[in-house]
């Protein structure tokens, strides 16, 4: 069950979380003002209710998790979403970094591999706010070719290696977010499409996520 209202309190500990994630070094106001606007326990069971708000990754059902808002927040700043931008998410799980996302006014493209997941999301009340958002259930590491080309692609699960497809369908000029398996983590990396077969490579730090595997769970 989720608790759908948000109260003064729980403004209040979305207040102390942007802060936290000031002194943890985003910078980027529109992603912080998007971490202040969006219900974070709205989109987690209601027994999370008191901890929503920490800065830590939580369990969503199906071995999957909610990424930790530091992560959410470092992955989109890197992004550099301006508005109307087409973004190409892939593994939505609970919907907090498509919500984000399209809070920065972006088209989002989202995909997931497990059906339990994407049928949740279906009746999640609250992306109607979001019309912005249209949630795909497939393998993200084929993208979704008819929409393509992509100004930004996000990765939010650990990549192996970074997927052909991906960079195929992503604009010349347009950036991709991803963690590439690294020993037991992942290093961030963001890629600049510079030309039809040439891509620029940047390294940023290590972090934690669930793996991106390969076909759809029914
Ligand atoms: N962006 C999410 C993070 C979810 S964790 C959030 O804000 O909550 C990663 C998600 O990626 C999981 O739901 C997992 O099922 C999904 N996933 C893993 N591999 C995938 C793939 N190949 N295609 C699409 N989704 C994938």
Not at 127 to 149: H, Q, R, S, V
């Amino acid at each position: 069950m989720r608790n759908l209202e948000d109260t003064y309190r729980h403004k209040g500990l979305r207040n102390q979380l942007v802060q936290q994630l000031k002194q943890k070094g985003i910078t980027n106001e529109a992603v912080l003002n998007a971490i202040q606007q969006i219900p974070r326990h709205f989109f987690l069971d209601s027994a999370f209710d008191k901890i929503a708000y920490e800065d830590r990754a939580f369990p969503i059902g199906e071995g999957q998790t909610i990424s930790q808002p530091y992560t959410v927040a470092y992955q989109t700043q890197l992004l550099q979403v301006a508005k109307s931008d087409k973004v190409l998410e892939i593994g939505t799980g609970s919907m907090y970094q498509a919500c984000v996302l399209a809070e920065l006014g972006a088209w989002v493209y989202t995909i997931e591999r497990q059906k339990k997941i994407f049928d949740t999301n279906k009746t999640f009340a609250f992306k109607n706010k979001y019309p912005n958002i249209k949630c795909f259930f497939g393998d993200g590491y084929e993208g979704l070719p008819t929409f393509a080309p992509f100004d930004k692609i996000l990765i939010t699960a650990a990549a192996p290696f970074i997927p052909p497809k991906l960079v195929e369908q992503l604009k010349i000029g347009g950036l991709m977010v991803i963690p590439i398996n690294e020993g037991n983590s992942q290093r961030m990396l963001r890629i600049t499409k510079v030309s039809a077969d040439a891509c620029k490579e940047e390294s940023f730090d290590l972090f934690s996520f669930v793996p991106m595997l390969t076909g759809k769970k029914l």
